[in-house]
């Protein structure tokens, strides 16, 4: 026997998720309307593992690319630089800063994980690093890389060499369904 308000309890929070899957929807379409008219949304979803969502975190965290001198000053930034501990003539590597923005560096290592899967010049530098240092190091020097590959993408204003032109078309067409029609669809 259920107790006491229960079903009222559970109308309410349907309700709730009714209205937040709303909320969503509009987001979404807000988000798609703004990527299809950035070029540097354009441009990185030319990449394998990176999507019209994933394009904007890193655009917003990137900023302008031209601050950024050199491609090393943004894999710093992003905090996917090794560490360095010096004393006298002795050096020693550790692992990676973590200090910068948190944000490009979750993503980064997400479109990492299907990057991998996806595209081939990713997946033999993971295979190569994987056999030395491990898998989880093996996704965080993806990250980086994918990084420093997007920092020439940004600067010199061109597509993924490696692009796959269909998966792009598909990409964008659902960004710019989603922009277009997403009210009607939401």
Not at 29 to 57: H, Q, W
Not at 158 to 184: D, I
Request: net charge positive; glycine share 6%; charged share 25%.
């Amino acid at each position: 026997m259920p107790l006491p308000g229960y079903q009222t309890v559970l109308n309410s929070n349907l309700a709730l998720l009714k209205a937040l899957d709303e909320q969503i929807k509009t987001v979404t379409v807000e988000i798609a309307k703004t990527a299809c008219n950035e070029e540097d949304i354009r441009i990185l979803i030319t990449m394998p593992g990176i999507d019209f969502y994933s394009a904007m975190v890193i655009a917003s965290e990137i900023g302008d690319v031209k601050r950024f001198p050199t491609q090393w000053k943004l894999v710093a930034y992003a905090g996917l630089a090794p560490s360095q501990h010096q004393s006298g003539e002795y050096e020693r590597r550790g692992g990676i800063t973590k200090q910068g923005s948190k944000w490009l560096r979750w993503i980064l290592v997400q479109a990492a994980q299907h990057a991998r899967q996806h595209d081939p010049r990713f997946k033999a530098y993971y295979e190569r690093v994987a056999k030395r240092r491990g898998q989880q190091k093996a996704i965080v020097a993806v990250a980086k890389e994918m990084l420093v590959v997007i920092w020439f993408m940004l600067t010199r204003r061109e597509p993924y060499r490696g692009q796959n032109l269909q998966l792009v078309e598909r990409k964008l067409k659902r960004m710019n369904n989603l922009a277009e029609t997403g009210l009607q669809a939401a």
